[in-house]
């Protein structure tokens, strides 16, 4: 988009100058170029500084994904590449070389014609000087950004972003209970035939618009039960969709059913809520590798998944029962439950971390703080069932008494040692 802006404004330049006989006066007659050839000269100039700067911006980036890759992890890098400073960067190095070649080509001085596009070798002065700035500001940019604490950050801000657009909170204090379809949905399933829909193509679940299979389903009668959800990996024909139906199935609308699922190469987090949990997990258990050994980034990352859970122990988890306008059952959908979330969250730091005190007496922190926040008696036991689990592997890899006597002062507030 950068360098399209730039060769529309290369041309617009042009032409200004070239409808309009503009004679600089005052000071600004040493501010703007006089002859062809200083002319020339300031946009080579400017055109080759660029695209080598251009050249040293892409391998400082290069550089930072290499050292983000290696230690945060791969699936961090599109972190970095859909970061905005960094692309307007790169854009605007290669727009301003852009530009200045278009202005540079309309330069003429000969016997019979000359023009010289004041304006225009102007404005690339002006973009010149707007492009050192825009290089501090970039090397200070990526040194800031390729910081630990910096990237778990900027990961658990967007976990957050997206927890409070999945989960909303609750403001009231009272959590609806789902209701019990069992029977209902027994009968449907006895009166309609079962069809099964197959996925058209692999990979990873992107989004599934349950408005449209809800409008589908009640356009055509039918119950729908939907096996997967955002994140799930799908083989091409495997069954994705059950539906319930009195008639026969039509192709029309089983295209329609399909096409409510979107199937892509990797993981987003328009829909996922596990995605970024398991991105700050990465990079918690590369740090707590062998080779890395670096407990105070996992620290970090407990933190901010303690964060991110206390969050969820005010908020509502989606039902698995989806209606239509009418309040007639359509679908049932797979959903994530707090149980879950927790599970994600914390079992593999659990893991790798075994053999670390620091780390298990923080997850044993965590596990209070949230057990202290917790709304529900449901919640209150998941928090417990991590506690102990927390306390077990404390106990047969914890060499030292006094560590262990120090998480259990904390496990002691949640639950009474036998």
Request: proline content about 3%; hydrophobic content about 45%.
């Amino acid at each position: 988009m950068l360098i399209l802006a730039a060769m529309v404004a290369a041309v617009a330049l042009v032409y200004v100058d070239e409808v309009w006989d503009f004679e600089p006066e005052g000071v600004f007659r040493f501010l703007l170029v006089g002859s062809a050839d200083s002319a020339r000269s300031i946009l080579s100039t400017i055109a080759g500084a660029m695209i080598g700067v251009a050249g040293t911006v892409f391998s400082i980036t290069l550089v930072a994904l290499t050292l983000a890759s290696s230690q945060f992890g791969p699936r961090l890098l599109q972190n970095f590449m859909h970061d905005r400073i960094n692309q307007v960067v790169l854009g605007s190095y290669i727009a301003t070389f852009t530009y200045c070649l278009i202005v540079l080509s309309t330069v003429k001085s000969s016997d019979s014609f000359n023009f010289l596009p004041v304006l225009a070798i102007s404005f690339a002065l002006f973009l010149a000087v707007v492009n050192i700035f825009l290089l501090v500001i970039f090397i200070h940019h990526i040194a800031v950004n390729i910081q630990a604490d910096q990237v778990i950050s900027k990961v658990n801000m967007a976990l957050n972003q997206n927890f409070t657009k999945l989960f909303p909170e609750i403001t009231d204090g009272s959590f609806e209970q789902e209701k019990d379809h069992d029977s209902h949905i027994q009968r449907l399933k006895e009166v309609s035939g079962k069809y099964s829909i197959k996925i058209r193509k692999s990979g990873y679940v992107q989004h599934i618009d349950y408005k449209s299979l809800i409008a589908i389903a009640k356009e055509n009668d039918v119950f729908l039960e939907i096996r997967t959800h955002a994140g799930h990996f799908l083989v091409e024909g495997q069954v994705v969709i059950e539906a319930y139906l009195r008639g026969d199935m039509l192709d029309k609308w089983e295209d329609k059913v399909t096409d409510a699922i979107i199937v892509g190469p990797k993981r987003t987090s328009l829909q996922d809520a596990e995605f970024a949990i398991r991105q700050m997990v990465e990079v918690a258990s590369r740090a707590l590798s062998p080779g890395v050994n670096d407990p105070f980034t996992a620290i970090t990352v407990i933190d901010k998944l303690t964060d991110s859970i206390a969050y969820l122990t005010r908020a509502q988890m989606p039902g698995a029962y989806r209606y239509d306008d009418r309040g007639q059952l359509r679908l049932i959908v797979k959903t994530m439950s707090f149980s879950g979330i927790v599970s994600i969250a914390f079992n593999q730091i659990r893991q790798f971390g075994q053999g670390s005190p620091a780390v298990l007496i923080r997850l044993m922190e965590a596990m209070l703080t949230i057990h202290s926040l917790c709304r529900t008696e449901d919640q209150k036991q998941v928090v417990l069932l991590h506690a102990r689990m927390i306390h077990e592997a404390a106990k047969r890899n914890f060499g030292e008494p006094r560590d262990l006597a120090d998480l259990e002062d904390r496990y002691a507030s949640i639950c009474p040692i036998d």
